[in-house]
C-alpha cells in the first residue's frame, strides 16, 4: 500500500524497505475552534431571523391580487421626453463617474497607510482602517442630506456622497492589494538609494494597479445602482426624477425610470469589460461573460503566459523611437477617450465651484444641527429594537443569499462549470441581478407583499445573490489549480475535486465575502427602511423630514458601532482561517 506524503523522502538503500509515514496532523488551536462555533452561531442566528420575519410563499401568492391592482394602475411604461432622458443620463452617469474618481484618488494615501508593509507606524495604520471603515458605515444618502444643507442643490451633494462613502470599500481593497505585492521590487529601489515616493511609484504601483482598476470600475458599478437612493434627498439625475414620479403616483413612470436604470446598468458592465480588455489584456480581471464576448482571444489564455519582448524595447535608442503600431493607436486613443469622458463628466455635472468657498460660512451652522446626538422625541428602546430589526434584516437576508451565491457563483467559475454554456448562462444571471437596484425590488415587494422586514428582506436576497455570486466565482477561478489536476488524475468527479480541492481552497475567501455582504446588507437594510422595508431606516426617514438632524447622527452611531463588530469579525476569521 502506497501513503503519500506532501514532504520529498529521501531516496532508500538499496535493498532497504521504504517505510512512508503520514505527518501528524496538527491540533486545532482552541482560537480556531472558537471561530467556528461563532460561524456556527452566526448562521443559526441567521436562521432564526428569516423565521421571525415570516417569509412565507403561499401568503405572497395570495397577495399576488396586490401585484394585479398595482399593475393596473400602472397601465403601461411611460418614460420623460427623449431630450429630457438623454440629460437626465448623461447627468447620473457623470456625477457617479466624478464620485468615484475623487475616492480612488483620496483612496491612495490611505490605502498607503493602512497597508501593512507600507505603513509608517501601527498608529497610522490603525487611524487610516478606521477612516475606512468610518466613510464605509456612513450612509451616502445620510452624507448626501448634510451636503445638500452645505452646497448649492445639484450633482454636488451626490458627488460628494459618493465619493466619500466609496473610500472605505475602495481603500480597503487598494491596501489588501498593497500587502499582496512582490516586495523584491520595492526592496531593490530602496536599496538603490530610491526614495519612499519612488518605492512607491516604481515598486508598487506597477504591481496592484490591475487590481485598482479592477476596484474602481466594480466600485463604479455599485455607485450607478446606489445613485437611485440619493434622489430621495434631492440629488439631481435619474433618482430624483424617479422619486418624484413614485411620490405623485405616476408608477408608469416611475418603473419606465427603473428600467432605464437597469439598462443603463447592465451598459456600464459592458463599458467596463472594454476598459478591462484594453487595459489589463490578458489579466485575470477579465473573466466576465462579457468580456468572453467582447475578448473571445482571451478563452484559451491562461494567467500565467507572458508575451515576447517586443523589438523597439531592445534597447533606450529603439524605445524613444516606438513605432505607431496599431495596438500602440488603440492604446493611446483609449486613453484619450477616458480622459474626455472624465472631462465630460465634470462638465455635464454642473459643479458649482464658489460652494467650495463659501461652504465654510455654513459649516458651524450645519454641525451643530447634527451634534450632539439625540434620540429626540424617541425612545431609546424603541431606536434599539429598530437597530436589532435591521440587523435581523441584514443576517436573514445574507443566509438566504449564501446558497443561491454559491450555487450560482460556481457555475460561473471556469474551473468548476461543466462548460462554457452553463458558465456563460450563470455569469449572465448574475450580471442581470446586479443590474436590479435593491432600492426598486423593495419598492415593488413593498406593493406586493405590504409594508414591514419581509420585502426587505427579500429585495435584500435577491440583489446580493448578484455580488456575492460574482465574488464567489472570481475567488474559485483563483485558487491553485495543482489539486484539482492531482485529483482529476486519479480519477475524481468533477463533484469531488470540487469539494475536496476547490472550495477548502477558497474558503478564507467565502467566509471574507460572506462578511463583506452582511456589511453591505446592514448599510443597505438602513436605506430600504426609507421606502418601507422595516428597521432603522423609517426612523431616519422621520428624522431627516422633520429636519431633527441629531437623531440622525444618533442613528448613524448605532450604524458604525454595529459595522464596526461585523469588521472585527471579519479580520479575526481571516486571520483564524488563513
Known sequence: MTVLSDAPSAPAAP???????????????????AAGLTLVALLMIGILA??????????MVQSWGNAENFMARVGGLSFPEPADLAWLIALTVGLVLVGTLLAAVLSVPIAYLAASNTTPGN?????????GVLTRALPDVVLAMAFVLMFSLGTLPGILAIGIHSIGMISKMFADAIEQIDEGPRLAIRAAGGSKMQEFASGIVPQVLPSWVATVLHRNDINLRGSVVLGYVGVAGLGLEMSYAFKSLNYGKGLGIALVIFILCVAMEIVSS?????????QRQTRSWI??????????????STSARPAWAASPQTAVRRPWTAERVRNT??????????????????????DFFTFWAKLPEVAAKFWPPSFGSYEASAMIAAMRDTIAIALAATVLTLLPSLILGSLAAGNVAPGPGARGVARFLLVGIRGIPELILAIVLVVITGLGAQAGVIALAIGGIGLLGKLIADSLEEVDRGPERALRAVGATRLQTYTSATVPQGMQALIGHSFYMLDTNIRAATILGIVGGGGVGYYLLNASQGSRYETVTAIVLMILVTVLVVEGLAMWMRKVFR
Open 50 to 59: 428569516v423565521n421571525e420575519v415570516g417569509i412565507s410563499i403561499p401568503a
Open 15 to 33: 535493498g532497504r524497505a521504504t517505510v512512508s509515514h503520514r505527518a501528524p496532523r496538527r491540533p486545532i488551536s482552541a482560537e480556531r475552534i
Open 274 to 282: 472594454l476598459v478591462r480588455g484594453a487595459m489589463l489584456g490578458h
Open 123 to 131: 498608529g497610522w495604520r490603525a487611524a487610516a482602517r478606521f477612516l
Open 333 to 354: 486613443s483609449g486613453i484619450i477617450v477616458a480622459v474626455l469622458v472624465v472631462i465630460g463628466s465634470v462638465v455635464v455635472s454642473q459643479i458649482n465651484w464658489l
Open 291 to 304: 468580456d468572453r464576448i467582447i475578448h473571445p482571444r482571451l478563452r484559451g489564455s491562461s494567467s500565467g
